[in-house]
């Protein structure tokens, strides 16, 4: 059983809580996850490191309330236990050799994002962070990726915090004027990932992205977040979950991302249920 130290709502959709975990705190690296379970009956669900406090032995994550788990998750207070929380897993990031880097968040992604720009920025990278987000109520970490970036770009698609754009807007721009990122890494919905690859493949730049498929066991064996890289079969939860951009077949991803929509949707309207079995355990 996993202790919940702390919990807050960044904002309507999104929660960060702060696990009592020690052995996971002191190992885990950039890019790598953990795999949760709310109960006995509940399913296996990944979820990135945000953040570690390897003194306090706790680890950070942040998500959003989209599906049944994450709701009975998100149902949770300080205090409260968490049956099952496994990790560090994945392959950390690879940050080597880099000088000056533009870390791209695109919403929920942001919470991914952080962490790498963290790590660059303790390493003395000069580090650009770009974070989008629909509107300024959905904005989230703001301060802390400020606090870990050279310059720090906040765009909304609709211009509510007086910055109107797109993540790659402000990537065209900070090239355009002259910005020589040799690393960007960009975290967040697929589309935008793909786009992003879009704008360095032209610069030759070289690109991380972060992948998020379907995933079960978390070690390899299940074969649900397989997805085609360089023409080749790999799996997002042993051989990433980041991966060289240029090389991710991302139309195939998206349709694979897809497949459950429907049934993902049905579970959330009939998951009320579930939070009343979670009241009453």
């Known amino acids: 059983m996993f202790k919940i130290l702390e919990k807050a709502e960044l904002n309507p959709s999104m929660t960060k809580m702060v696990v009592e975990a020690p052995l996971i705190a002191k190992k885990a690296k950039p890019g790598q996850f ?88 303790k390493m003395g990278v000069d580090v650009d962070v770009i974070a989008g987000f629909r509107s300024t109520d959905l904005i989230i970490l703001e301060d802390e990726m400020k606090a870990v970036s050279s310059r720090l770009f906040v765009l909304t698609d609709d211009g509510s915090n007086g910055n109107k754009g797109f993540v790659t807007n402000a990537l065209e721009n900070n090239i ?56 080749k079969t790999k799996f997002a939860c042993v051989d990433g979950p980041d991966f060289d951009g240029f090389e991710v077949d991302f139309d195939e991803l998206m349709k694979r991302n897809s497949m459950y929509r429907n049934m993902e949707q049905k579970a959330r309207c009939e998951g009320c249920r579930l939070l009343d079995k979670a009241e009453v355990k």
């Open 34 to 121: 953990i795999i949760f379970r709310v109960d006995e009956y509940g399913e296996r669900v990944p979820l990135t490191i945000a953040d570690t406090d390897s003194e306090v032995g706790s680890v950070t994550i942040i998500f959003q309330k989209l599906g049944v788990s994450t709701m009975l998750l998100g149902s949770l207070n300080a205090g409260d236990y968490i049956l099952d929380f496994v990790g560090p897993l994945g392959t950390p990031t690879e940050l080597s050799d880099c000088k000056r880097a533009a870390v791209i968040g695109g919403g929920a992604g942001c919470a991914i994002a952080y962490p790498q720009a963290k790590a660059l920025f």
């Open 176 to 231: 355009k004027n002259g910005s020589d990122y040799d690393l960007v890494i960009a975290i967040g919905p697929v589309p935008m990932m793909k786009a992003v690859c879009g704008i360095t493949k032209q610069h030759n730049i070289k690109t991380i992205v972060s992948m998020n498929p379907i995933m079960i066991d978390g070690t390899g064996m299940c074969g649900g977040c397989r997805l085609t890289v360089g023409g």
